[in-house]
DNA sequence: TTACGTGCAAACCCTTTGCCTTGTC
DNA sequence: GACAAGGCAAAGGGTTTGCACGTAA
């Protein structure tokens, strides 16, 4: 992202936005670290330390609301809790974007997942998040 | 979950555990609502609200230790943000148990995926997490 | 010059913990 | 009657916000 015109869009619905250094640096960090990072992290791996934490978490949000960012985890409000699936049926959860509620779903393939989404929830998908949990090589020896 | 001796195993461990008002109720929580739910969730919806929050905190632990519940959302530390799919590739997350670690695989497919991660990169896969952000019937409206 | 953005510090919210009391086994 | 578990309140850690100053445009 090195062409701020590129969010000239967001700029043109406010007044508009400038281009200061934390903001750069910021970005920066993310064009160099490609991985999900907190707020805590972007702020270590910053170029000038002195910028305030306050700071980066503005220019989060900030970089959110442009598109630019996403937040990898969509969930809000702390962490959410349910039956394991030794206790219930192995499912997946349909999460609206809209309300905020949850809603599970049984079965466990891709395609046949929207699908059936769209037709028997009428849950209409934007995007999905597909995680894997697990040991890399380092952890697994 | 209602046979509490099925939780046995993990009381060998420690020295035992006591069935109490706090713990069955938020047990209760769970099997009455079958989705994700926070700490002040659960506690919303307990039968006597008298409960305190913080015994709900330990007793959602409580369950997790014994593998009755678990967490949806395993993301430690706050929320994490990266470059959006409009400036990079359309990817998906490794995560490491043992270090938190999280490194990128691109692809999509499910079956296809997990091949790959355990040749090309080494992962070991333990389980996985998928999720589907969009609109339900209602908001879609 | 204007008003957006930053630094700083206090405020907030969720979660955890210490300590004493309660109540299960 | 022992000791695990709960209630209460304070502490802790991450995130947000108010305010005055600095600075990009």
Known sequence: VKDWQALTQWALARRAFRRTPPRQQVLDVFTRH??????????????NRRINLASVYRALSFFSRLGV????????????????????????????QGCGTIQDFEGCFLGEFERRARKEKRFRILRHELRFFGLCQACAA
């Open 34 to 47: 490609h991985l999900p990072m907190t707020a805590a992290e972007v702020h270590r791996r910053l170029k």
């Open 69 to 96: 960012l996403t937040s990898v985890d969509h969930v809000r409000e702390g962490r959410r809790y349910e039956l394991s699936d030794a206790h219930r049926s192995h499912h997946h959860h349909l999460i609206c």
